[in-house]
């Protein structure tokens, strides 16, 4: 089972670039998010999904772009890379309130 | 709002020693529980869970159980190996509410041979 899936798993980019992160699910699941993980800092809450066509922001949103054309895809775009964005980053997604939510692998990101 | 709320690590202990993590919480509503693991190097993967209060939840030796009346989740297991060594969230999620689940801040553990 695929579950969540991930691409790209590293990536170095350059103060300016921009990038898309792609987070694919096969559980149709409705809800699905993108976390950032930082040192001591716990998991951040980016932006999230409720279903397809509806995206919100979360706890540090700005810098990131998302969109939810279909169930299975959520990919979250970084629009100007600044080292800020540093991190490693996890998409997530679950059934919805009270359910497991299941992670991808991680892919992580580093602005130089 | 919903907040969850875990013991400051690092833990380190030797190997085959009793673990404790402790994890509280508040919510509104009735919320599910949650203990995720995360590897060095991976993403998070559930541990074990609980839905309803007096619910233990149990998965490789861990086991944790809904106290509803302390509001808490913690996560024990008897005899620890350098394999477990991770760090580990506490979490809930409420059902028919929002969305959003509620992490902790993650607790690392560390064991020694």
């Known amino acids: 089972n695929a579950g969540v899936t991930q691409t790209p798993k590293f990536q170095v980019l350059k103060t300016g670039q921009s990038m898309t992160l792609q987070c694919a699910q096969d559980?149709?699941?409705?809800?699905m998010s993108w976390y950032r993980q930082d040192p001591g800092m716990g998991l951040r809450l980016i932006h999230y999904?409720?279903?397809?066509?509806?995206?919100d922001q979360g706890e540090v949103p700005n810098g990131y772009n998302v969109s939810r054309s279909t169930t299975e895809d959520f990919p979250l775009r970084l629009l100007s890379a600044a080292p800020s964005q540093t991190s490693v980053y996890f998409c997530?997604?679950?059934?919805?309130?009270?359910?497991?939510?299941?992670f991808g692998e991680g892919s992580w990101l580093t602005v130089v | 709002g919903d907040s969850v709320t875990q013991m400051e690590g690092p833990v380190t202990l030797s190997e085959e020693a009793f673990l404790t993590i402790n994890c509280t919480y508040t919510?509104?509503?009735?919320?599910?529980l949650f203990w995720y693991v995360q590897y060095p190097g991976e993403g998070l993967q559930l541990l074990l869970k609980?839905?309803?209060?007096?619910d233990k939840g149990s998965n490789k030796g861990f086991e944790a159980t809904y106290r509803k009346e302390t509001t808490s989740f913690h996560l024990e297991k008897g005899s620890v190996q350098v394999s477990d060594s991770a760090v580990y969230f506490c979490?809930?999620?409420?059902?028919?509410?929002?969305?959003?689940?509620?992490f902790g801040r993650g607790t690392s553990l560390i064991v020694h041979p």
């Open positions: 919510a509104t509503g009735y919320p599910s």
């Open positions: 997530a997604s679950s059934g919805g309130g009270g359910n497991t939510i299941y």
């Open positions: 979490a809930l999620s409420v059902s028919g509410g929002s969305y959003i689940p509620t």
């Open positions: 999904s409720v279903g397809a066509g509806i995206t």
């Open positions: 559980m149709n699941h409705e809800y």
């Open positions: 609980a839905t309803k209060a007096d």
